[in-house]
């Protein structure tokens, strides 16, 4: 069974750039099937997409990334380019970057399907907070 | 920029039915929209409720229901249950964008 589990520092400074990764445990990225995407949710706040990315899986496949227009300047979305083979492809990753404390949120990662755009499967959340 | 509305909050008694909606700024939302629900208890990730406008995610009992609703699209609660107080988003396909509403917080009392 597919599952999605993320990381992070927890607690990141004002105009620093904080870094999340997403696992996938029981399959991989690699594929056409579904995007991969971040989501976040401030505290006491709706969800807000930030971002997907699409790995086809060829070898020099970086991903194709779709941005939430608000915070393209600061994102980068990103698939683990260390192993060859797409179907062991495990992680995928966001940076965030000058980063206030209006980017304190719990961030979720999740699949997406690429025919219909639902995030059918959500990791549990890891929680950023920016403070000095 | 686009901005899709949800109601704010919404009250149901249990046994009842409820009907939350989703607009868009911009115009009517339809299919091609790909419109989708998703249920959030508060410290809980999300959970997939309806794709595609009315299919039923995987495990989601059959009085959820969803359909397009004039120029909206619609999630109802039909026989609500003490179980169904949480927070519900829709989302909408735009371009190649992703939009989430601001979520209608449910009670069911």
Redo the contacts between chains.
Sequence with gaps: QLQLQESGPGLVKPAETVSLTCRVSGGSVGGTTYHW?W?RQSPGK????IG?IYYGGGLYDRGNT?Y???LRSRVSISIDTSRKQFSMKKEFYLTLSSVTAADTAVY?CAR??SG??????????TRVRVSS | QTVVTQEPSLSVSPGGTVTLTCALSSGSVSTTYFPSWYQQIPGQAPRPLIYSTHIRSSGVPDRFSGSVLGNKVALTITGAQPDDEADYYCMLYVGNDVVFGGGTKLTVL
Excluded: H, K
């Design positions: 995407a989501i709706g969800l807000e997409w997907s779709y939430n227009p608000s979720y997406q399907y219909n755009w639902a995030f059918d499967l959500w990791g549990q959340g």
